[in-house]
Structure formats: structure tokens, C-alpha cells
């Protein structure tokens, strides 16, 4: 068993690289835009032509050199595909300051051996209680639900800090109780890691279009109800959105609200897109696409190539780099939002249809 918790709250000032290692998933959840490339956001022309693992390293370490961003979370796809990973994540524990791994845990327990030394946070999708509302979700087979409780359960005994990362939506929200008391449970069991649970909200895209409009839910009710049950929490203002956290049966319960208000760019102002999550951090594709936008529109990135030169390298990270160092909280950005997308929230659904008691126990 390794020792190598993290504190779940990460330095506020702490900017990300989200580097997707793999650009195909095992699953297929029903509000993840498969069509965009899930996290994989790269132009069509580039689409498919990989770079090696150690052309991607140098990337990465490119990246880590500028000095601004000091976070990396290795994301897809579904990351585990990829048969190269732990030599990546190894190879990020020497350049980063924190090192996180987003995962539905179908095929960890493979690889956690090799991962668990050199990571922060593992982080398990679970986005139910119940098995066949999870299988309803995932779109992927019944036996996956419990594939995420095994990789919850085994990375907790490894000694990690493990986040369950819970996509809010109305038709789960009776659920969030019994999934904090799940985790709760297993975490006693295994005696060991530090586990929270991080709710999080619906994330727009023109795919799912349909499914956003008709489930999501304004994460401020969700705080608001947490904080009359189990106190006011801790208010942590990341890059990019605010994060409340709460603690209830020694499980740490963390809402991420970036529907309030998120951190911009020059660019974001005439943005016709204007995405939900705003400009807080770098995203990294297989092929090498870099960009800070949820897109893979051209005009909106760099591409970085085997055969630049190290120097080449930084000259064309650096004006991303500038960029994200530059940008500021922009009030009111989620009505933007919603205006530019021409979007509707019906708003009073979604919040009486928010259980009366969150968690039993907590404050009446």
C-alpha cells in the first residue's frame, strides 16, 4: 500500500493541463459528447494521428516549464485504454505538483499498481446508487456500476485520496444521499486513502442539447440545501468556478458551481459558442492539440508536433500559456451563457424536486 494522500482542496491559484491520453471510451454516458470527441477536443483534419508517448512528454514537460500551470489531470476517452498511461503519469510525478487521473474504473484494477505511487487523486465516475439507473446512465453493461465500487474500494486500500465525481441530474438526485452513504461505507471498510464526493453540474454542449435542457439543475439549490443540513461548509474560489465543501460522516462533500460565475479570456467577450465552463485552464489532446476552449475549431488552439524543436515547442505554447495567466472572473457569465445558446431553465422543477432532506442526520 502506498501513502500519498492529497489535501481534496487543491491550491486556489492552481492551473490544470487536462491531458487526454486516450481518444475512445469503453462507455458511452448518456451526457458525454462521444461527437466532440468526449475530452479529446482537436480540429477533424488531425483527428486520429496520435503522438507517441515520448513526443507527448515532451508536451508535457514544455507545458510544466512555463511556469504557470503546476496541476495535470489525466483524462480521455477513458484514460485506461491507453497501455502506456502509468509510464505517462510516472513521468508527470517529476513535473507537476499535483497529479490527478479521471476514471469509470472499468479497467483499473490492471494498472493501479503501476499508477497509485505517482498520483494525487484518482477520480471514479458514479453517477447512481441503484444499478440499473447507473447502467441507464452509462449506456455500458449492468456489471459496470459495480466496476466503479471495486476501483473506489481498491484505490481507497492503496492509500489515495479518491474523489467520486457525480454528474447532477434530475434524474438523480433522489440518489446523492445513498451514494455518499456507499462511499462512506466503503471507505470504513478499507481503513484507508481519504475519499469526497464531488457533485458536479450538467455540462453543456450542442449534442446534448436536449438532455441539458431537460436535467439540469442550478447547483446553488443543491448548496444551499446542504449548507441548512450540515452547516455552512468551506467556500473555496478556484480558477475558472466557486467550490463549496461539506463534510458529513467523515466523507468530505464538494458542489463545483460553475454556473455562476467562471474566469474569461479576451477572447471568450465576442465568443458566438460562449461554453458553459469558461477559460480556466489548458487542454491537451492525443494528437497534440492544445486549447483552451471545449472545441476543436482551428482558429481556437496550436498544434504541437513530434518534430518542433524544443524551442518551437514553447514558442507555441507560450501565447496559451499568456493567455490563461491573463484571464479574469467574469460576473454574470452563466445568463451569457444561456443567452448566446439561446437556452431556458425551468428553474422551479429542478429545485422542488430536491429531496427534503439531503442526508438523514443533518440539520433541520
Keep these: 500500500m502506498t501513502e500519498h494522500r492529497a489535501d481534496p482542496q487543491p491550491d486556489e491559484a492552481l492551473r490544470f493541463v487536462r491531458a487526454s491520453v486516450a481518444n475512445q471510451c469503453n462507455l458511452s454516458c448518456v451526457y458525454c459528447p462521444k461527437d466532440a470527441g468526449m475530452e479529446n477536443h482537436v480540429p477533424a483534419t488531425l483527428r486520429g494521428r496520435r503522438l507517441s508517448t515520448p513526443a507527448y512528454q515532451r508536451v508535457l514537460d514544455a507545458l510544466a516549464d512555463g511556469g504557470v500551470i503546476g496541476g495535470i489531470s489525466f483524462t480521455g476517452g477513458e484514460p485506461t485504454l491507453n497501455p502506456d498511461l502509468p509510464a505517462l503519469v510516472a513521468h508527470a510525478r517529476s513535473r507537476y505538483r499535483r497529479v490527478e487521473l479521471t476514471t469509470n474504473g472499468r479497467k483499473l484494477p490492471q494498472q493501479l499498481d503501476r499508477l497509485a505511487p505517482h498520483l494525487d487523486v484518482i477520480k471514479v465516475s458514479l453517477d447512481s446508487h441503484d444499478r440499473e439507473l447507473s447502467h441507464q446512465i452509462m449506456r455500458g453493461r449492468p456489471a459496470d456500476h459495480d466496476r466503479a465500487l471495486d476501483a473506489i474500494g481498491l484505490s481507497l486500500a492503496a492509500g ?180 448566446r445558446n439561446d437556452l431556458r431553465i425551468d428553474d422551479k422543477d429542478g429545485r422542488t424536486r430536491l429531496p427534503l432532506t439531503v442526508l438523514p442526520g443533518g440539520h433541520r
Design 160 to 339: 489515495l485520496t479518491v474523489g467520486v465525481n457525480v454528474v447532477v441530474m434530475r434524474r438523480n438526485l433522489n440518489q446523492i444521499a445513498a451514494i455518499i452513504r456507499t462511499i462512506a461505507d466503503l471507505h470504513a471498510r478499507a481503513g484507508a486513502g481519504t475519499v469526497y464526493v464531488s457533485l458536479l453540474d450538467l455540462y453543456y454542449t450542442p449534442s446534448t442539447r436536449t438532455l441539458w435542457q431537460q436535467e439540469f439543475v442550478p447547483l446553488d439549490a443543491l448548496s444551499q440545501r446542504l449548507a441548512a443540513e450540515l452547516g455552512g461548509g468551506i467556500e473555496q474560489h478556484r480558477k475558472g468556478c466557486v467550490i463549496r465543501w461539506f463534510n458529513h460522516g467523515g466523507v468530505q462533500i464538494r458542489v463545483k458551481d460553475s454556473h455562476e460565475s467562471t474566469f474569461r479570456g479576451a477572447r471568450c467577450r465576442s465568443c458566438a459558442i460562449y461554453c458553459q465552463e469558461g477559460f480556466y485552464g489548458l487542454k491537451l489532446s492525443v494528437e497534440g492539440w492544445l486549447t483552451p476552449c471545449p472545441s476543436g475549431a482551428e482558429d481556437l488552439g496550436v498544434h504541437l508536433p513530434a518534430n518542433l524543436s524544443d524551442q518551437q515547442l514553447r514558442e507555441r505554447i507560450a501565447p496559451l500559456v499568456h493567455e490563461l495567466a491573463g484571464t479574469t472572473l467574469a460576473p454574470g457569465s452563466f445568463n451569457t451563457f444561456l443567452a
